[in-house]
């Protein structure tokens, strides 16, 4: 089966593998909602390609608006079981549901059958099923769908509003709450040996760290993982008159449902016994031929993960294959589980939203600091002190405790860091700078007013509750280095002039001359910070009077 993406056709497995939950990650007490009114882009529009397993498809697939049958069986007093039988329940094959709920089987994904057996059997079952449910309805006088080939396999200028879902901390919490912290609910592993399935306590991760997008061998994709047990757990929950998540495409899918769903200002952290505070260290370090330890290049990093949490919606920002310590895959020299990325490459990669400088350079594409970021080189070599930052320098009796109780050393390092939350003194600051160095009698334009502690006092107040922010901002300076950059921090940088010569000096092609760095500078910073005056060359120049 696959959906529909603005007329193409797009296995539904594709769409599933961006979404954490099809299912689960629904708002618990959101409201249902029915066949979308919007004639035009549906949350609920599906492909029936299921004969593709078998080959070549003789005509169109079916374009099939799953909510608007839902809605139709509904009045009929009937549920899904009309459409989708029940599941045999196992716990011992990996990511089936494990029993019936107050009475409610699991269904299986699939229209009227519990697996794909022959091309001719399934076509049957559709055609059968369907055009026999449709004549029925319209002989009953209600309004009914079509019974011919053409009028079911044929192409439609109707699109998909299909929006991917996530199970970010609300929706988990919520789970969580109406569950009441019994985990093992949702969370299971699976023994292998025994081959059943069981709830490891404090080992819980995302489901999809083991169900991926397709099947593999005798552990179902996300996909039918969710829909076995989630909707199965939703349709309990309505049996029982409790408040239950949507059990419509529409409501997990549709733009609109989702900007409905309840959010939580401080959502409480979760319980899983995960660490304060980690030692981040190389891992193991083989010796040498000779026996003698490995040479360790870079100090452990004290790592906070405790806020680190309060900064991501998931913990698969960092933990993307499992909840083990990153140098579990990616070792020193890179293996196969790693993807052949190395320890070092996966926390400094930084065109990587997985590693830890990836991540700080999405934080800096924020407006409040884009501004000055945009012009930094993004590959450039930093400059030892700039490694420091993270890689703390342990004295002796630090090194010696570390090998004791890391944890209490990293808590100590990351307790005795400095933030630098305020620049230069105000009297350090010009208040104005008059920018007339390009200026001449002929001029049609006056100098430029910058005023300059106002832009400060700006961009300070920008970054003032910036943890990151403060920590890497190493001096009271470092701000100012926005603009006066590739110069030391100073109180009184050198100006533009002694760069940026005038004209543009064409024996330096890669640095603009005086005007072009002026203008290139400034609306470059206004455009990414999203500042809308001044605007045009009068913004900022006044016109002189004739």
């Known amino acids: 089966m696959s959906i529909m993406v603005k007329g193409k056709m797009k296995y539904w497995w594709v769409g599933v593998t961006a979404a954490i939950f099809m299912i689960t990650a629904v708002c618990i007490g959101a409201q249902e909602v029915g066949a979308p009114s919007d004639k035009e882009a549906r949350a609920d529009m599906i492909t029936i390609d299921s004969l593709k397993v078998f080959g070549y498809l003789e005509k169109p697939p079916v374009v099939f608006f799953h909510d608007a049958h839902t809605e139709a069986l509904k009045k009929k007093d009937k549920d899904c079981s009309a459409c989708h039988l029940a599941q045999e329940k196992s716990n011992k094959i990996p990511g089936t549901f494990k029993a019936a709920v107050n009475g409610i089987d699991p269904l299986s994904p699939k229209f009227k059958r519990l697996e794909d057996t022959a ?17 029925e309805m319209a002989a009953e006088g209600d309004k009914s769908g079509p019974v011919t080939c053409g009028e079911c396999h044929k192409e439609t200028e109707i699109q998909s509003s299909r929006a991917l879902i996530g199970l970010d901390k609300t929706l988990h919490y919520r789970h969580v709450a109406a569950h009441e912290k019994k985990c093992e609910t949702c969370h299971h592993e699976y023994d292998a040996e025994k081959k059943v399935l069981f709830y490891a306590k404090d080992k819980e991760g995302t489901c999809r760290y083991c169900h991926k997008a397709q099947t593999e061998e005798n552990r179902i994709s996300m996909r039918e993982a969710s829909h076995l047990d989630c909707i199965s757990c939703h349709r309990k929950r309505l049996v029982k008159k409790e408040t239950a998540g949507p059990i419509y495409c529409g409501g997990c899918h549709d733009p609109a449902s989702q900007k409905k769903f309840q959010k939580i200002e401080n959502v409480p952290r979760m319980e899983r016994k995960q660490p304060d505070m980690v030692l981040v260290k190389v891992g193991e370090v083989k010796p040498d031929e000779a026996g003698k330890p490995g040479d360790v290049r870079m100090n452990a990093v004290s790592y906070d993960h405790k806020s680190h949490e309060t900064y991501s919606d998931t913990c698969r920002v960092c933990h993307h294959a499992s909840m083990e310590t990153c ?26 939203e997985k590693s830890c400088m990836g991540c ?10 884009s501004g000055c970021h945009v012009f930094m080189e993004k590959r450039r070599k930093q400059a030892d002190e700039a490694c420091l930052k993270c890689h703390e320098e342990m004295n002796a009796d630090l090194q ?18 400095t933030y630098t939350t305020e620049t230069y003194d105000k ?15 002929d001029d049609r334009y006056e100098a430029v007013d910058l005023p300059h502690r106002k832009i400060v006092d700006k961009l300070m107040a920008n970054v003032k509750e910036n943890k990151l922010a403060a920590y890497f901002h190493r001096e009271k300076g470092t701000l100012c280095q926005g603009c006066h950059h590739n110069s030391p921090v100073s109180k009184k940088p050198p100006k533009c002039v002694t760069c ?21 500078q400034c609306m470059t910073c206004h455009k990414e910070m999203k500042i809308e005056k001044p605007a045009g060359c009068t913004g900022c120049h006044k016109e002189k009077q004739q």
Request: charged letters at 30%; glycine letters at 6%.
């Open 500 to 520: 940026h010569g005038k004209p543009f000096d064409d024996r330096e092609p890669l640095r603009p001359g005086l005007m072009g760095a002026y203008h290139q």
């Open 400 to 417: 010696a405790l570390a090998k004791e109780d890391d944890k209490r050393v990293a808590e100590m390092m990351v307790g005795a860091r």
């Open 327 to 352: 140098s579990k895959c990616h070792t020193m020299a890179g293996s196969k589980d790693g993807g052949y990325v190395n320890l070092a490459q996966a926390y400094h990669l930084i065109n990587s």
């Open 427 to 441: 009297e350090d600051i010009p208040e104005k700078v008059v920018i007339n160095v390009m200026a001449t009698p």
């Open 360 to 369: 700080h350079e999405i934080k800096k594409s924020d407006p409040k600091c």
């Open 119 to 135: 091309r001719k059997e399934v076509m049957d079952v559709y055609h059968t099923f369907c055009i026999s449910c449709h004549n």
